[in-house]
């Protein structure tokens, strides 16, 4: 995909109207990481007792009720990928929560949970476009501290056929997000203020 394709990318929110578009894209991804639905970062989240279904309808609800914020990222009229973020409340299920909460003196106003990429659009700068849009819809409503959880990439051993679900760390560095402690031998709570 060439450099001007990449600048081309149009940013709106997860809504009822825009369902469909994320829908089409979960779905041709086998449901994302086997059915998540983006929904592990939710107070619901996923794994034992969750089936792809009900994430689906879980995820629909949030969207009904408003409780989801969600930046999708568009390649002409097709979703390709999406940010989602929220507030500590509207998304508490973080990866190595119990590290994490050891070492939080204050809660961020605004978490970046997941980040996705359609396959057939990876390296084509999608999830910049996504974190760019998400951080002005967070700066829109108002700003404040913003949280990210990416992990690291560099030296460390090349990981065969991973997703970084919360993205690499250079990609937040890119906004001036900067290392605030490490929770995980490759994860990172990463910070700035918008």
């Not at 002409?76 to 990866?95: F, H, R």
């Amino acid at each position: 995909m060439s450099e001007e394709r990449r600048t081309a990318y149009r940013t709106a929110p997860l809504t009822i109207e825009t369902w469909p578009d994320f829908s089409a894209l979960v779905e041709a991804n086998n449901g994302v990481w086997g059915g998540c639905w983006c929904m592990g970062f939710h107070p619901e989240g996923v794994g034992a007792g969750h089936t792809r279904e009900g994430n689906r309808q879980a995820k629909l609800g949030h969207v009904e009720r408003g409780t989801v914020h969600q930046v999708l990222v568009y390649d002409d009229a097709t979703c390709v990928g999406w940010c989602q973020y929220g507030s500590p409340v509207e998304l508490p299920n973080i990866q190595n929560r119990a590290r994490y909460e050891r070492g939080a003196d204050v809660l961020p106003d605004w978490r970046i949970g997941c980040i996705f990429t359609g396959a057939k659009h990876r390296g084509a700068g999608v999830a910049r476009a996504a974190v760019d849009g998400a951080l002005e819809a967070i700066r829109a409503a108002g700003g404040g501290v913003v949280e990210a959880y990416p992990e690291q990439t560099a030296e460390r051993p090349p990981q065969r056929g991973a997703y970084l679900h919360t993205g690499p760390e250079e990609l937040f560095e890119q906004f001036g997000f900067v290392r605030d402690r490490q929770i995980a031998k490759w994860r990172w709570v990463m910070r700035t203020t918008v």
